[in-house]
């Protein structure tokens, strides 16, 4: 009787596997009361773990929340730019985050709590703990390519990874204030579920392209996830990506979102109080979206990357407990196996984020392996899977029921120290520093007079004084280092 075509539990995922593959890889007979196991995730356990999840990382972040704008973490004083802006529906640094400046002003008046800052850092908060519960989402997925593993296994498993993630430290320290890092790590997190799902090629392709699109109008270093995606969507589908309705249905989707960027000129038309480039004329548009104020920061030198390789590793080593790297080498390497079109998608997010990271010599360049921190801790939770399964299978029957507390045990041990630590070192909820230095410094000044500042954190906070807090408009802000006047008020 002739095989079919069709990949039993565990295949791989990539396109055109062939039946002698299919059939290497599929999952060993099984017990039907253990296979049900395996399979069945019941949807209201997953509903409550993921919810409780998110819940339990936006009380840690609340706990430390920034009251104001911030000079503490990386990259000092920009919380106070950005607040600025989304006070005054403005424009603020490129590359202008029309996305953040519209869905975060939104939330910023909607909701009646605290300063403007405070409310953006809610916003920050909410999306990293969304962040969270895709990676604990993302996990159950990919737990298919283990499928003699329990539910409890995979719940523990995908439980110590989105902890992980919602507990490193560049994320936490992100997730308190007023800035964009948050919401890079909700689209990585959500674009690695999309690839990670059940083999579609309009749903994935589509998906990935609109989600790529609102991405980049957020902050165009998620390109690194998008290309992730479409080389592993490649992987995947290959030739059937040549479809043309396939392709033109992925570039519109891809594009309309990127249309958000016309908000900058016809919103800078209008002469905000934050007009940052001040894009009404082609020129100008293109240097704001591009972040051409910042190429002198890229340096491209093979010197300057393996010099900066090592620090970067040990940046993200340092993200979560110390096992959690090894896990996540050994889920990679599952994935490859099993799931390799992710394993590319993965691979390629951290490669690139860490290359960028080398070569980008900016304040606060440690955000930039954010992406691959969403994704280091999804390799974690399916390499720990990964563990535990084989456990299973080679321990003798009276300690198999031992695995699914040690999962929990793993996840507690995870989480615990991290979050103590956390709540000390990510601790903001009385840091009024900058709001102090900016209303000191202002109603210091005599009646229109000029106040002179040369650093980033100082301008920006006199600024947010100003435009959001609504103290001493009549004082002039003066920063020599921008020539363009709409600075200077």
Not at 130 to 140: C, I, K, N, P, Q
Not at 161 to 172: G, K, N
Not at 341 to 367: C, M, Q, W
Request: hydrophobic fraction near 50%.
């Amino acid at each position: 009787m002739a095989k079919q075509r069709i990949p039993a539990a565990g295949a791989p995922r990539g396109g055109g596997a062939s039946v002698k593959t299919s059939t290497a890889r599929a999952a060993p007979a099984v017990g039907a009361g253990e296979h049900a196991a395996a399979i069945a995730l019941p949807r209201c356990v997953t509903v409550l773990l993921g919810g409780g999840t998110g819940l339990l990382a936006f009380a840690l972040y609340l706990a430390t929340m920034a009251p104001s704008v911030n000079w503490r973490f990386p990259p000092h004083g920009d919380s106070g730019d950005l607040a600025a802006a989304v006070a005054t529906w403005g424009i603020p640094h490129p590359t202008g985050y029309p996305l953040y400046v519209l869905v975060g002003g939104v939330f910023a008046h909607l909701v009646p709590v605290g300063q403007i800052a405070y409310r953006l850092g809610l916003f920050s908060g909410l999306c990293a703990a969304g962040a969270s519960v895709l990676v604990f989402l993302t996990v159950l997925r990919l737990a298919g390519a283990l499928p003699r593993s329990s539910a409890a296994m995979r719940y523990g498993a995908a439980l110590t990874a989105a902890l992980a993630l919602a507990t490193s430290r560049t994320l936490w320290s992100q997730s308190v204030q007023a800035e964009t890092y948050a919401q890079v790590a909700l689209f990585a997190g959500l674009i690695a579920w999309i690839v990670a799902g059940p083999r579609d090629a309009r749903r994935q392709v589509w998906g990935a392209a609109l989600t790529g699109g609102f991405a980049l109008a957020h902050h165009t270093t998620l390109g690194f996830s998008l290309i992730g995606a479409a080389l592993a969507l490649g992987l995947s589908y290959r030739n059937r990506l040549l479809q043309p309705k396939l392709m033109a249905g992925a570039v519109v989707l891809l594009l309309a979102p990127l249309s958000l960027y016309l908000l900058l000129p016809l919103r800078a038309a209008q002469h905000p109080a934050s007009n940052w480039g001040d894009p009404t004329t082609f020129d100008r548009f293109i240097d704001v979206v591009t972040g051409a104020p910042y190429h002198h920061y890229l340096d491209h030198s093979l010197t300057v990357f393996v010099q900066g390789l090592p620090v970067a590793i040990r940046l993200l080593f340092t993200q979560f407990a110390w096992w959690i790297l090894p896990f996540a080498v050994g889920g990679a390497a599952v994935l490859w196996d099993h799931d390799r079109p992710f394993a590319v998608h993965g691979l390629t997010v951290i490669a690139l984020s860490t290359i960028f990271y080398t070569e980008y010599k900016a304040d606060g360049r440690e955000n930039y392996l954010i992406q691959a921190d969403v994704l280091i801790a999804v390799f974690a939770g399916v390499g720990m899977l990964a563990v535990l399964t084989w456990a299973w299978n080679t321990a003798r029957a009276r300690w198999r029921r031992w695995l699914p507390a040690a999962a929990v045990v793993v996840a507690i041990v995870t989480v615990a120290p991290w979050a103590i630590v956390g709540l000390h070192d990510f601790n903001l909820r009385g840091d009024w520093k900058a709001w102090n230095f900016a209303t000191t410094t202002l109603n210091a000044a005599p009646p229109h007079g000029t106040v002179t500042s040369d650093q980033d954190g100082h301008t920006f906070a006199l600024w947010y004084a100003q435009r959001a807090g609504h103290v001493r408009p009549d004082v002039t802000v003066i920063d020599p280092r921008f020539k363009d006047p709409a600075h200077q008020r």
